[in-house]
């Protein structure tokens, strides 16, 4: 089992870069692919970006590619999204998931057992 956590949130104005980092429990975190998925009100939970445990192969949405990129340091437990050219249509509550399962495509929501709190990101226009 997997505890995690959120942050890096907040406001920023079309255009600017935000990086979100999400904090992991245990010894085992190289264990884990881990993704980011976001939620906009009124909207279905949608993936963002996903990496495999050793952080080898990475997904993204199409929405997003060539503006965020997805890390993780094993090291310091820590999964990483670095988002650049922010778009108001990017305003979310963004949520960092984790999986025992080998990263593999189509992403599917439901094969991430352990999921954060959520960090709000704004973007004004």
């Known amino acids: 089992q997997v505890q995690l956590g959120e942050s890096g949130g907040g406001l920023v104005q079309a255009g600017g870069s935000l990086k979100l980092s999400c904090g992991a429990s245990?010894?085992?975190?190289?264990?884990?692919?881990m993704a980011w998925f976001r939620q906009s009100p009124g909207k279905d939970r949608e993936f963002v970006a996903a990496?495999?445990?050793?952080?080898?192969?990475?997904h993204y949405a199409d929405s997003v590619k060539g503006r965020f990129t997805i890390s993780r340091s094993n090291t310091n437990n820590t999964l990483y999204l670095q988002m650049n050219s922010l778009a108001p249509e990017d305003t979310a509550v963004y949520y960092c998931?984790?999986?025992?399962?080998?990263?593999?495509?189509?992403?599917?929501?439901?094969?991430?057992?352990?999921w954060g709190q959520g960090t709000q990101v704004t973007v004004s226009s």
């Open positions: 245990g010894r085992t975190f190289y264990r884990y692919a």
């Open positions: 998931a984790a999986s025992r399962r080998a990263l593999s495509v189509p992403i599917i929501r439901l094969e991430f057992e352990w």
């Open positions: 990496i495999s445990g050793v952080g080898a192969t990475t």
